[in-house]
């Protein structure tokens, strides 16, 4: 029983020693910096009012073709008339320096409408620009856009409008 109770009292006070001699747990902290540099986003402005087909004259069915470069072109019944307004259409594009961009004009057709009775329509599709990327700049860079315009048989007169 002796060596029992020795037992007991070494174990006792192996118990009590380790709650004593425990480490304390200390705790770091450090301080880190965050950053971030706010640029010039990447913007996009009309300068010209849009693009304009200008005064169009039908016989049947047709096509105006209006390049980038603001020329005009037709096919089938339809006729161009000078002094109408003709236009391609002009953006200027700004950004931060030195930062990379590129442009996509729609892939399928776009309708316009006639503004006055709102019910006929014509279709604009094929559209082409002079650049479809690059690296902006602050000052800005222009953009000129052209379309085909499909004027139907019989096409209702009017003025026609509608956006890409």
Do not use: H
Request: charged share 10%; net charge negative; no cysteine.
């Amino acid at each position: 029983m002796i060596r029992n109770n020795k037992l007991l009292i070494a174990a006792g006070a192996a118990a009590l020693s380790a709650g004593i001699y425990t480490s304390a747990v200390s705790a770091a902290s450090v301080t880190a910096n965050a950053s971030a540099t706010v640029i010039q986003g990447l913007t996009i402005s009309e300068n010209n009012g849009g693009m304009n087909f200008g005064d169009v004259s039908e016989s049947g069915v047709g096509t105006v073709v209006l390049s980038p470069a603001g020329a005009r072109s037709t096919t089938g019944g339809a006729d161009v008339l000078t002094g109408g307004g003709e236009q391609a259409g002009q953006y200027t594009i700004s950004g931060a320096d030195g930062k990379a961009y590129t442009l996509s004009l729609p892939t399928l057709p776009v309708t316009i409408t006639e503004t006055v009775g709102g019910i006929a329509t014509m279709t604009v599709d094929n559209f082409q620009q002079t650049g479809s990327s690059g690296t902006a700049v602050s000052a800005g860079e222009t953009m000129n856009v052209g379309a085909r315009l499909n004027i139907g048989a019989g096409q209702t007169l009017g003025t026609y409008q509608g956006t890409y």
